[in-house]
């Protein structure tokens, strides 16, 4: 059993910046990859950003690409998200997603995770 545990969230005027951390607890680790995933009221939950585990290599969802950047500390188990030059629609609850082995290609869609944190609130003000 894995839990994934989202902090960071918070409230941030429209240019500033926070970075969101996602801390793997339990006996195990068994993720090939990792990602955020974020839902805005009444939207659909949207992909991010991810990260390969093990060799550390990201992809972006168009609308952050530029603006955030997904890391990992390999030792602490821990997934970041660096957000800069934050916008109002970035406001959302954000969400670390793991992905095991064989779970399919498709990095972006939140099908392919299987084990979710509980989000931390992202609020942004213009």
């Known amino acids: 059993q894995v839990d994934l545990l989202e902090s960071g969230g918070g409230l941030v005027q429209a240019g500033g910046s926070l970075r969101l951390s996602c801390a793997a607890s339990?006996?195990?680790?068994?993720?090939?990859?990792m990602a955020w995933f974020r839902q805005a009221p009444g939207k659909e939950r949207e992909f991010v950003a991810d990260?390969?585990?093990?060799?550390?290599?990201?992809f972006y969802a168009d609308s952050v690409k530029g603006r955030f950047a997904i890391s990992r500390d390999y030792g602490k188990r821990t997934l970041y998200l660096h957000m800069n030059t934050l916008k109002p629609e970035d406001a959302a609850v954000y969400y670390c997603?793991?992905?095991?082995?064989?779970?399919?290609?498709?990095?972006?869609?939140?099908?392919?995770?299987?084990?979710w944190g509980r989000g931390t609130e992202v609020t942004v003000s213009s």
């Open positions: 997603a793991g992905k095991v082995p064989g779970a399919g290609a498709t990095n972006y869609q939140a099908a392919t995770y299987s084990y």
């Open positions: 990260i390969s585990w093990s060799g550390g290599s990201t």
């Open positions: 339990g006996r195990s680790f068994p993720f090939s990859n």
